[in-house]
């Protein structure tokens, strides 16, 4: 696994069942690549599925700001799953999805805001996967 291949995990807690779910179907895609994450999220894809997962910070330590600038800076971010609560109301306790729009824009880095589009986007990383071996 290279350095150049990392995505970007993160669920609004009522949609982290989703996020499981969706890693677990497609484990072998998730696998060969570097996982970054909230604490929040980043705990549960671990104690769930037993991966590693780097976790940078806790959302009220404005986690998803620092991944988010991590699009931006670092070049290695392949793609973001953010799956969101359409449900729940802008701010509070739950990671702001605000910042991930503009920044993956900006860097034509893919964006999975719902579970069909992780779908699609996981099924896309594995073709790219293998037409870059």
Not at 65 to 87: E, K, M, Q, S, Y
Not at 90 to 109: H, L
Request: glycine share 6%; with cysteine; net charge neutral.
């Amino acid at each position: 696994m290279t350095a150049a291949k990392s995505l970007i995990l993160i669920a609004h807690d009522s949609m982290s069942d989703q996020l499981v779910k969706l890693i677990k179907t497609n484990r072998e895609v998730f696998e060969s690549y570097r996982l970054l994450s909230t604490k929040e999220t980043g705990d549960i894809i671990e104690k769930e599925l037993g991966l590693e997962v780097s976790c940078l910070h806790s959302i009220t330590q404005g986690a998803e700001v620092h991944l988010a600038g991590l699009v931006c800076t670092t070049g290695v971010i392949r793609a973001v799953f953010f799956i969101r609560d359409p449900h729940l109301p802008t701010g509070g306790a739950q990671p702001d999805i605000t910042p991930f729009y503009r920044v993956c824009d900006m860097n034509k880095i893919p964006l999975a805001t719902n579970i069909v589009a992780g779908a699609a986007l996981a099924h896309w990383l594995a073709r790219k996967g293998k037409a870059d071996e």
